[in-house]
């Protein structure tokens, strides 16, 4: 008996992903446990293993396509059953066909007798936003086809697109399409508007008026695409932008925040790092050492490596980091596993595999998944100091400002300068109290000016 694959939920929340490749090819045997597709969510690439042994019959979705989490993707045949009947039997009714259907070409009207020759030249006719939703018509396969902004032709295009165009009000007709049979996919879409595309509004389309004797049968009512330079570019919303706003969004709305904050002298630091480079054959950031120090600080205050979950807290044994990684339109933060355990060159190299990774868009889902607490650091932008927003379950979440010579006055009451950082500790109220986070931050600003201690 055959199997249907549904579209699995690999992200906590996740409503819809994306088919980035298929890994096998209709007719190739699969295991259970098998690689057999890498699906896109809307933070990382995920390889998505199958649940069943068996013969791949095809897929039910193309490469490119995003379509909604429980939807099917594609068909394993099961033992002695041939993949063509098992393909048939699971497809969509509409897909019986095994070729799509010519559109018909939508009629124009003929123009006015008395329409001047110069008529011809007008803009082309295109279809408004409300038009694409309005005449939207089902084709095989549930692909669905628009009017063309420029010709009477249709264009097969699928559901997330008919909704994206008509959001943006893009003519799809200026959309190359390079699912089946020229089908525009989302990549083709976002590709589109990610070259350069321009937000265009159209306008409202005029009522049509009863044709009288008196005149010929009216054109059918259009609307022209009209830039009208406003001064403003519309950007649509990644997945990624989007689940960036509603993580963060909730968290300010549910997680009790309160900021503690703390200066502390690197000249120490400073120095340990440029004698560990001579030595070191990978590079060593100040980057690491901090992240070194909050793992030893963690280790120092047990309590405080904890997280709040619906029925009790959750404290752990080792340290599990999450390091905030800037990448194209958006952020990511990828977990550093038992950081507590590792060396700082060991600790180093992960940060940096982790960190590039995720700005070739290679990070894995279980990647961003876990730990208990994040460190966020703008110092190399110059910015002084901030505070940031704790990414859930995440109890916390350290902002690193950049160093800077500062006055200090001794215990002697002497006046010097040094080499000053300022941290600020956004702690979740429900897991750390005051005294408890106060007691971590110490034990971290304590590591990071004495930081030999950081390397046993």
Do not use: C
């Given at each position: 008996?055959?199997?249907?694959?549904?579209?699995?939920?690999?992200?906590?929340?996740?409503?819809?992903?994306?088919?980035?490749?298929?890994?096998?090819?209709?007719?190739?045997?699969?295991?259970?446990?098998?690689?057999?597709?890498?699906?896109?969510?809307?933070?990382?690439?995920?390889?998505?293993?199958?649940?069943?042994?068996?013969?791949?019959?095809?897929?039910?979705?193309?490469?490119?396509?995003?379509?909604?989490?429980?939807?099917?993707?594609?068909?394993?045949?099961?033992?002695?059953?041939?993949?063509?009947?098992?393909?048939?039997?699971?497809?969509?009714?509409?897909?019986?066909?095994?070729?799509?259907?010519?559109?018909?070409?939508?009629?124009?009207?003929?123009?006015?007798?008395?329409?001047?020759?110069?008529?011809?030249?007008?803009?082309?006719?295109?279809?408004?936003?409300?038009?694409?939703?309005?005449?939207?018509?089902?084709?095989?396969?549930?692909?669905?086809?628009?009017?063309?902004?420029?010709?009477?032709?249709?264009?097969?295009?699928?559901?997330?697109?008919?909704?994206?165009?008509?959001?943006?009000?893009?003519?799809?007709?200026?959309?190359?399409?390079?699912?089946?049979?020229?089908?525009?996919?989302?990549?083709?879409?976002?590709?589109?508007?990610?070259?350069?595309?321009?937000?265009?509004?159209?306008?409202?389309?005029?009522?049509?008026?009863?044709?009288?004797?008196?005149?010929?049968?009216?054109?059918?009512?259009?609307?022209?695409?009209?830039?009208?330079?406003?001064?403003?570019?519309?950007?649509?919303?990644?997945?990624?932008?989007?689940?960036?706003?509603?993580?963060l969004t909730e968290s300010k709305s549910t997680v009790p925040h309160f900021y503690l904050v703390a200066d502390m002298q690197v000249d120490e630091l400073l120095g340990l790092r440029a004698r560990l480079n001579e030595a070191s054959p990978a590079k060593i950031s100040v980057n690491d050492l901090v992240l070194k120090a909050v793992a030893a600080a963690f280790t120092d205050v047990p309590d405080a490596n904890a997280i709040w979950t619906d029925s009790a807290t959750r404290r752990f044994d080792s340290v599990d980091l999450a390091v905030a990684v800037s990448v194209p339109n958006g952020l990511l933060t990828p977990v550093i596993r038992g950081a507590d355990s590792l060396s700082i060159g060991a600790l180093a190299a992960a940060v940096r595999d982790l960190a590039e990774r995720a700005r070739d868009g290679k990070i894995k889902q279980h990647e961003l998944e876990g730990g208990s607490f994040a460190v966020s650091n703008l110092g190399m932008y110059g910015i002084s100091e901030f505070a940031a927003i704790i990414n859930p379950p995440h109890s916390g979440i350290l902002a690193v400002g950049a160093a800077s010579n500062r006055a200090i006055v001794t215990e002697s009451g002497e006046l010097s300068v040094g080499k000053m950082i300022t941290v600020t500790l956004s702690a979740d109220h429900r897991v750390l109290d005051g005294a408890l986070a106060a007691e971590w931050l110490r034990a971290f600003v304590q590591r990071i000016e004495n930081p030999l201690s950081i390397m046993l």
């Open positions: 008996m055959s199997t249907v694959i549904r579209m699995p939920q690999l992200a906590a929340g996740g409503a819809e992903a994306g088919i980035q490749a298929w890994l096998v090819q209709p007719g190739d045997s699969i295991e259970a446990g098998q690689p057999i597709a890498e699906i896109e969510t809307e933070k990382a690439v995920v390889e998505y293993e199958s649940e069943v042994t068996g013969t791949f019959a095809g897929t039910l979705v193309d490469a490119g396509e995003q379509v909604e989490v429980g939807a099917p993707i594609a068909v394993v045949a099961g033992q002695g059953e041939s993949v063509e009947a098992a393909l048939a039997a699971n497809r969509p009714e509409s897909a019986g066909a095994p070729e799509l259907p010519t559109p018909a070409v939508v009629p124009q009207p003929p123009e006015p007798e008395t329409a001047p020759e110069s008529a011809s030249s007008a803009a082309p006719p295109v279809v408004s936003a409300a038009d694409i939703a309005r005449s939207t018509a089902t084709a095989p396969n549930g692909v669905e086809s628009v009017p063309s902004a420029t010709s009477g032709r249709r264009l097969f295009v699928t559901p997330l697109v008919r909704r994206l165009a008509a959001e943006r009000g893009v003519d799809v007709a200026a959309v190359p399409g390079t699912g089946p049979n020229g089908r525009v996919t989302r990549r083709d879409f976002e590709k589109y508007i990610a070259a350069g595309a321009k937000s265009v509004y159209p306008a409202v389309p005029p009522k049509s008026v009863p044709a009288t004797p008196a005149t010929a049968v009216a054109p059918a009512p259009t609307a022209r695409l009209v830039d009208p330079e406003t001064g403003f570019t519309d950007i649509p919303h990644t997945g990624m932008r989007r689940a960036i706003a509603r993580r």
